[in-house]
């Protein structure tokens, strides 16, 4: 079975302070593909990145930056100089390689202070 | 290129009712998918379908739950003798399969339906 855990319920920081959201998943399966998405208050889940199990390369895009290690099953989302923009929920969510079903964490609900 | 739409956006229903939800994916998508989200939660996958054909659905879709996706566009989600427990938002996905295949395709999501039951 899959399961993601994002023990953080809910941060705060002031605008312009670096945030790190944190994501732990489980999986026994050796394919499989990792995700940010970002649901502001109007609801809509929007894709912000995708991982692929075999690539533990880290990105940065932007003020965007993600941290995948495997060795400690961690896929972690770090947003430099937030803004208040960035106030939303951010869901981290496991897709077993060949199927459908994508596995969402509990969500990380983030509030950037002016 | 428009996004997922969904409708009614809000549904106000007292239980025992029946209520049905509509979903346009985007047009060229051949997938489309159905989640459930709770308050406080993430969405909870319930089914998806590839063209018309329904190909997994979770043990969350009871037998009160039925969707379709009759000519492989638009698809409906209906639940019957709604219950208190049945609130929630309803959200609706779409992805496109290409040839060759790759390992996985990216769902957009639409805006939800959120349904209260009274």
């Known amino acids: 079975a899959q399961k993601v855990t994002q023990a953080q319920t809910e941060i705060s920081v002031v605008e312009k302070e670096d945030v790190t959201l944190d994501c732990v998943y489980e999986?026994?399966?050796?394919?499989?593909?990792l995700f940010w998405y970002k649901q502001p208050p109007s609801g809509e889940l929007v894709f912000l990145i995708r991982r692929n199990s075999f690539d533990e390369q880290n990105e940065i895009s932007g003020r965007y930056s993600w941290n995948f290690q495997k060795s400690t099953s961690s896929f972690n989302f770090t947003i430099t100089a937030s803004q208040v923009v960035d106030s939303a929920v951010y869901f981290c969510?496991?897709?077993?390689?060949?199927?459908?079903?994508?596995?969402f964490g509990t969500g990380t609900k983030l509030q950037v202070i002016p | 290129d428009t996004g997922v739409s969904q409708n009614p956006r809000h549904k106000i229903t007292k239980r025992g009712q029946n209520v049905t939800f509509r979903c346009d994916p985007i047009s060229e998508h051949n997938r489309l998918y159905w989640y459930r989200q709770t308050l406080g939660q993430g969405p909870e996958f319930l089914t998806y379908?590839?063209?018309?054909?329904?190909?997994?659905k979770s043990r969350l879709l009871s037998d009160r739950f039925s969707a379709e996706r009759p000519k492989g566009s638009f698809s409906t989600l209906e639940i019957q003798r709604t219950e208190q427990g049945d609130s929630a938002m309803y959200l609706c996905?779409?992805?496109?399969?290409?040839?060759?295949?790759?390992?996985?395709?990216?769902?957009?999501f639409g805006p939800g339906t959120r349904l209260t039951v009274t």
């Open positions: 999986t026994r399966d050796t394919t499989y593909y």
């Open positions: 379908f590839q063209n018309e054909a329904q190909l997994e």
């Open positions: 996905a779409s992805s496109q399969t290409r040839d060759p295949s790759p390992p996985y395709y990216e769902q957009y």
């Open positions: 969510a496991l897709l077993k390689g060949g199927y459908q079903k994508v596995t």
